[in-house]
């Protein structure tokens, strides 16, 4: 064991004493050579091919929503139903809470109603599925670590925990008729 120790010290030894000869022994970096090295052309950031545009929420427009829905991992085929889901619940305003009064552009204006205020964000998720002091089995608490309502308004978030929700039961949480209020004009919605 000594034998390989020393062996090792010896290599180490040398690598160092080597490099420091060769670095000793390199040509300065001159700024002609570092220039030399630099791109000739540097794109323009307006010249990208794949702008990223930040989302601009007006009530009632839904242009937006199929391209973030497959990035939160939605599939394609609930896409057309999802996006009536985010007009009828929010009417496509991630900030909105239960019973919130919209302008045009998504901003609060007031509060309606203040008896369902744990409804959150574009599918006005509700607090029994991410209040555990509500719902011992809250699924988006549970399978995301979400389990407090601020995390549900960003739009993203709101829609990958919609999906928690839609791979347990599909469009049942979002179903009218599971609250008692089932109508003769709503039995078509989900």
């Known amino acids: 064991m000594r034998i390989l120790?020393?062996?090792?010290?010896?290599?180490?030894?040398?690598?160092?004493?080597?490099?420091?000869?060769?670095?000793?022994?390199?040509?300065?970096?001159?700024?002609?050579?570092?220039?030399?090295?630099?791109?000739?052309?540097?794109?323009?950031?307006?010249?990208?091919?794949?702008?990223?545009q930040p989302i601009r929420f007006r009530h009632g427009d839904v242009s937006w929503l199929p391209s973030l829905a497959k990035q939160a991992g939605w599939p394609d085929h609930a896409i057309p139903k999802l996006t009536e889901l985010v007009l009828r619940e929010s009417g496509a305003c991630p900030n909105r809470k239960g019973g919130d009064i919209v302008d045009k552009d998504c901003n609060i204006t007031g509060v309606s109603e203040w008896n369902h205020r744990s409804d959150t964000g574009l599918l006005q998720i509700n607090g029994v599925n991410y209040d555990k002091s509500r719902n011992k089995w809250a699924a988006v608490c549970r399978e995301m670590n979400i389990c407090t309502q601020e995390p549900l308004l960003d739009p993203f978030t709101n829609l990958k925990a919609g999906l928690v929700l839609y791979r347990i039961s599909g469009f049942e949480p979002w179903n009218p008729c599971n609250w008692r209020v089932c109508k003769a004009s709503t039995t078509s919605v989900p």
């Open 5 to 52: 120790s020393a062996i090792m010290a010896t290599l180490a030894t040398l690598t160092m004493s080597l490099g420091i000869a060769q670095a000793a022994s390199a040509p300065a970096v001159t700024s002609d050579a570092v220039n030399a090295l630099q791109p000739l052309w540097r794109p323009d950031p307006a010249d990208r091919l794949d702008p990223i």
